[in-house]
């Protein structure tokens, strides 16, 4: 079912945006060579504490940390470990925030460092296909509005969607209806109403869109071994247009 919110519960979910887009810009600046994914996942619950909320990955399903850090040909959901950054690696990090019972959730792709043409140019057209795709998101348009959106700008620029990983409606819960494929057909799914609120994540990558989850039952990579990237924004469909809560954009850093 799918849970329409009022305009102060929307005000409550971007007062949670607020804070996760200061934790991510704080993740920003803590992004470099020689870092490890447990320095930014502590860094990154503490803040959040300290912001008078929980993260709301820690605990979900059992999964351990605050952060998915999601290092190359891993797509989503990589478990924060000791391994340090090294140049030219290209890093997606999801987190998610709960606020007085109100969840945020938000994905950027980092450059480590001088990262290569190939992976510059994955991440700007994930970013690319994310902005394409908020602009879908009004009412009386479709999921499959938003998904051809991503669909169109990914192929265009002769890289492929992972079609089995989805973006999500966002509420009370992490994952709420509806799901929100990154492929689709215009016209096709759900209608978008006034209120709704969903998590719009493009998972891109350089080849082909198989996926493999690896033996920990979290970290999912390419089957091929190709570049992955995944940017996210949680975004409220409004009659005034769309509104993200989580308004990352100025962050990403591509090189």
Known sequence: MIVSKSPAELDAMA??????????????????VGITGKELDRAAEEMIRAGGASPSFKGYQGFPATLCISPNDMVVHGIPDKRKFEEGDLVSIDCGVTLNGWVADAAITHAVGEVSDEA????????????AAVEQCVPGNRVGDIG??????????????VR???GHGVGRSMHEDPQVPNYGKPGRGARLT???????????????????VGDDDWAITTVDGSLAAHQEFTIAV??????ILTPWYPLVKTR
């Open 15 to 32: 007062e949670a945006g607020d804070l996760l887009v200061r934790v991510h810009e704080m993740i920003s600046d803590m992004v470099r």
């Open 120 to 131: 510059s140019h994955l991440s700007e057209k994930t970013l690319e296909s994310l902005l």
């Open 148 to 161: 051809h959106a991503v669909q169109t700008v990914v192929e265009e620029a002769g890289l492929s969607v």
């Open 164 to 166: 089995s990983l989805v």
């Open 194 to 212: 006034n209120g709704m609120v969903i998590a719009v994540e493009p998972m891109v990558t350089t080849g082909g869109h198989d996926v493999v």
């Open 238 to 243: 409004t009659d005034d247009g769309p509104r």
